[in-house]
């Protein structure tokens, strides 16, 4: 069983920056895939950024691209998501998500919730305007 502890969220002004970090407790974790999603208040989860267990591969939603970096420490267990330019649609609770890949996959990364089998308790993130 995969634990995942995300912290660094807060509130922060529009423009500004935070960087969110997703722990986890699985020695194996550098097998694993690791995706951000987030979650406002009505509104179902949705994808954010996701990066596979050897780093090479990366993917973002639209809405952040070329504001927010995904980034993986193998070695400290730890999966990372710097946000710069924050805007007030921003707004969510953080998600870190982990899965084993399919035939460990070193590519591998998943869009949809469904891909991911573990989950954090996720981390507020509040963008004042």
């Known amino acids: 069983q995969v634990q995942l502890v995300e912290s660094g969220g807060g509130l922060v002004q529009a423009g500004g920056s935070l960087r969110l970090s997703c722990a986890a407790s699985?020695?194996?974790?550098?097998?694993?895939?690791m995706a951000w999603f987030r979650q406002a208040p009505g509104k179902e989860r949705e994808f954010v950024a996701a990066?596979?267990?050897?780093?090479?591969?990366?993917n973002y939603a639209d809405s952040v691209k070329g504001r927010f970096t995904i980034s993986r420490d193998n070695a400290k267990n730890t999966v990372d998501l710097q946000m710069n330019s924050l805007k007030a649609e921003d707004t969510a609770v953080y998600y870190c998500?982990?899965?084993?890949?399919?035939?460990?996959?070193?590519?591998?990364?998943?869009?949809?919730?469904?891909?991911?089998?573990?989950w954090g308790q996720g981390t507020q993130v509040t963008v004042s305007s």
């Open positions: 699985e020695r194996t974790f550098s097998r694993y895939a």
């Open positions: 998500g982990a899965r084993q890949p399919p035939n460990g996959n070193m590519y591998y990364i998943g869009l949809r919730t469904d891909d991911y089998e573990y």
């Open positions: 990066i596979s267990w050897s780093a090479t591969n990366t």
